[in-house]
């Protein structure tokens, strides 16, 4: 396959260019071990961790989590990968996954066994840990995790809009639950409190409070003495998997006879006798010390698909400055340590045993943002020589960790921007833009100090969390919007689930006499699914409590440990409660909207019976009125007639999301980040009147729907722009991807190019933007011959994956973004 211009990453794969390997022979060494290897399930997590809380129970549960991170510290394998710099990770050697029993032990004995043969993402599991999962840990989990609680206590109204079995295995794809397929949100921990301060010192301070606890007092006894406690446990737990691996470093130099590698054994032994119990005094200690919190991190809970590095040429650049200004690292040694944690980083895969949760993140998906650039706490731009070195590595060493983030502002240096439009042309979606004239401002108004607005991070696949100020992690509810729309067009039904009533009976469509009629039974439909998401999530935040904790975490969380509480704690004083529900299908349902309203009440082209009898028949017989529905105004072309209706719906949904807000007590945005979701919600919305075929992909996030977005990239973000509600503040993230052709921003003018519209972008004051760079050629030429494609790394939602490696489904959603050959 040939075509008259390719972006880097598609030279590579043609071999046009080779990829330069000087100065990584190391990491190139460790990755091409198992790159692209089908990953293994290592049990010892789940395993040490069940035996534990076996013999904690009736004790309260911050503490028993600590002592079971503190067994499981004690028991499982600790390793060092071959030719690694930083010792740790928390599986076996090759690809792995872990287990997290706590939450949906229950499925293990009937979906273990599928493991390796389901199509997306297979997982292989040996026959002697089938065993134990079989006979030890799903039997004691049996009736006590969270998905079974959540299952049962959900009322019969919600169930219907939730779950499609009894179960609670198979997810309707109308109001999703998430939280039963992780115990938190992405988080970010505070790593420089760690760095600068060491786990003996933080243990101390546990110590100090403990001591002056009143014994007289009973909040003080019976509710903070635990968690007091468990704080000292798991700084324990994390000393002691560290000294582990000094043990282990050292036995390996013991039998080394490269002496090279023999004095690089010994050197993380020295590295991890210091790091974390002490501050680090190195980019080397800090480099470790990070490792080790992020790995521990896993260990403690699941949450959801990533631990975040933060803001890392921040936190890391004094230790990189001190020891390039002594002569200690050079430039090309800090990079080779921060691309040892890359390939390591990538041989961690998030497991998901639910079909649903599975559905939902495709590719092996996780995420561990680095953010770079934005600005200092004082309002500063905070672009500094690590903000280059993770560009220039990301650029130099293609792989897909870790997920690197730019913050964007009005005042980001023109070289920031250079170097950040260089990256972006690579062509494997790296970096993702978050925009700080958008963030910054919105924090502030809900309540956050603005210093910490200024200092936050990216997490997850676009949002943002201040370390020390969050204090929600309760996954949130998805909700397919485009179901609403279907079930006005079916009086309250969706043909997938045949006759029954899953939304509002609103009438028949075809005797409707208005478009204002229409609307207002459209707004009925979507609020209606609304509601039921507020009442989903109130049940959801008041189970997690009962069932997961997070010693480690409020460890490194000043709040928690100033109110010697939980994270996972229902509420903390002090805490931004910043959650979220996900709008699925947004173009999908203006476009079909803004089509009736023009075609069927104001052009009187079509009857609202033909309408109907086209989207029953799936446009079989009425390809016509298919393309008179295609041809519609759409949303993603600055066309104000399309516009006003994609503005309307976020503003009537943010208003009720702010009522419900003031009634639950924690405030709720609307979101539109699909992940991968909005292919399986896709699956089970028949056709819709934006000429979309039945069970196919909805619209993603904020993007236009596929090939409606006729009028070029600038359009579809001044669409994004006119259908924002900016007086209203219960609104987050909005996705953004944008398709170019490599020949578009081909040479220094495409690099203007791509610089001018990230400050356009930043002008408009939009959440996130990211780029997929790929001739369309090419994605077809990696689905005929995966094999030759292995390596080609397309953009999904907030992260990259390689295209092989994903369904056909999703493959072909990428395939139909409008691909932009001018901008």
């Known amino acids: 396959m040939t075509t008259c211009c390719q972006s880097p990453q598609e030279e590579r794969i043609s071999g046009a260019t080779q990829i330069n390997r000087n100065g990584r022979e190391r990491v190139y060494k460790i990755l091409e071990r198992n790159q692209f290897a089908v990953p293994h399930v290592d049990i010892e997590r789940a395993l040490y961790f069940t035996r534990s809380m076996q013999e904690s129970e009736g004790e309260l549960l911050t503490l028993r989590w600590a002592k079971a991170l503190k067994h499981v510290a004690e028991n499982m394998n600790v390793y060092i990968t071959p030719d690694q710099l930083l010792a740790g990770r928390v599986g076996k050697l090759g690809r792995y996954g872990i287990l997290y029993p706590e939450i949906d032990g229950d499925f293990y004995i009937e979906v273990m066994k599928d493991l390796p043969n389901r199509t997306k993402s297979p997982f292989l599991i040996s026959d002697s840990d089938m065993k134990i999962l079989v006979e030890e840990i799903a039997p004691y989990w049996e009736g006590k995790t969270y998905h079974e609680h959540l299952n049962q206590v959900l009322p019969a109204e919600l169930r219907n809009v939730t779950y499609h079995d009894e179960r609670g295995l198979k997810s309707k794809f109308v109001v999703s639950e998430t939280s039963s397929y992780r115990s938190a949100l992405q988080w970010v921990p505070d790593y420089e409190k760690v760095l600068k301060r060491g786990l003996v010192d933080m243990q101390n301070e546990a110590k100090t409070r403990l001591a002056a606890l009143d014994t007289t007092n009973s909040r003080d006894m019976w509710d903070k003495k635990p968690f007091l406690e468990a704080m000292i446990l798991v700084c324990d737990a994390v000393m002691i998997w560290a000294r582990r691996h000094v043990e282990l470093a050292r036995d390996l130099a013991a039998g080394e006879t490269d002496p090279r590698r023999k004095a690089e054994l010994l050197q993380i032994a020295e590295t991890c006798e210091h790091v974390p119990a002490y501050p680090a005094r190195s980019f080397r200690e800090a480099m470790q010390c990070q490792w080790f919190v992020q790995m521990f991190s896993r260990i403690e809970q699941k949450a959801s698909a990533i631990i975040s590095n933060g803001r890392m040429d921040q936190y890391l650049f004094p230790y990189y400055e001190a020891d390039i200004r002594n002569g200690v690292i050079t430039r090309e040694e800090a990079r080779e340590l921060l691309e040892c944690m890359w390939v390591d980083m990538a041989q961690f895969i998030d497991l998901y045993i639910n079909p649903t949760g599975n559905e939902f993140q495709e590719g092996y998906a996780h995420w561990e943002a680095v953010t770079i650039g934005g600005q200092t706490p004082d309002g500063e731009d905070a672009t500094n020589d690590l903000s280059y070195l993770f560009l220039e590595s990301k650029r130099d060493f293609p792989l897909n960790y870790p997920d690197l983030a730019a913050r964007i502002h009005s005042r980001s240096p023109e070289r920031f921007l250079h170097e950040v439009a260089l990256t972006v042309k690579d062509g494997s979606g790296f970096p993702k833009l978050i925009n700080d004239e958008e963030v910054v401002p919105l924090y502030a108004i809900k309540g956050a100090p603005m210093s910490e607005a200024l200092d936050y991070a990216v997490s997850g696949c676009t949002e943002a969390r201040m370390p020390n100020r969050d204090t929600y992690t309760s996954g949130c509810v998805y909700i397919n919007f485009a179901s609403a729309l279907e079930m006005l067009m079916h009086e309250g039904r969706m043909p997938h689930y045949g006759d029954e009533v899953i939304g509002l009976e609103t009438g028949d469509p075809c005797a409707m006499q208005t478009w204002e009629e229409f609307y207002e039974a459209y707004k009925a439909q979507h609020l209606n699914l609304l509601r039921k998401a507020f009442q989903q999530q109130y049940v959801v935040d008041r189970l997690r409590p009962m069932h997961f904790a997070a010693p480690f975490s409020s460890l490194m969380h000043n709040l928690c440990m100033e109110n010697m509480q939980d994270l996972h704690e229902y509420k903390i004083e002090g805490g931004v409660d910043y959650s979220y529900f996900e709008f699925l299908g947004y173009g999908t349902v203006v476009d079909s909207l803004a089509a009736i309203k023009k075609l069927v009440f104001e052009d ?220």
């Open 604 to 823: 009187k082209k079509l009857s609202m019976a033909e309408v109907v009898a086209a989207l029953k028949a799936n446009f079989e017989g009425y390809l016509p009125v298919r393309e008179m529905l295609k041809g519609a105004p759409c949303y993603g072309n600055n066309d104000p007639y399309a516009d006003s209706i994609a503005k309307d719906i976020d503003r009537f949904t943010q208003l009720e999301a702010r009522r419900c807000s003031e009634e639950r007590g924690i405030h709720v945005d609307v979101r539109y980040v699909p992940i991968t979701s909005h292919v399986p919600f896709g699956k089970v919305v028949s056709a819709t009147p934006n000429g979309r075929l039945a069970w196919t992909a909805l619209s993603d996030g904020s993007s236009a729907s596929h090939g409606a977005d006729r009028n070029g990239p600038t359009a579809v973000m001044l669409s994004n722009y006119h259908t924002k509600n900016y007086g209203l503040t219960n609104r987050a993230s909005r996705l953004l991807n944008i398709k170019l052709s490599p020949k578009c921003v081909a040479g220094d003018v495409g690099t203007r190019k791509v610089m001018d519209m990230i400050r356009t972008w930043c002008d408009l004051k939009l959440w996130h933007l990211q780029f997929n760079i790929v001739n369309r050629e090419t994605l077809l030429a990696a689905q005929k011959d995966p094999d030759s494609y292995r390596s080609l790394l397309v953009r999904i939602a907030g992260y990259s994956a390689y295209f092989c490696d994903l369904s056909r489904d999703l493959q072909n959603d990428i395939i139909e973004r409008t691909e932009h050959g001018d901008m």
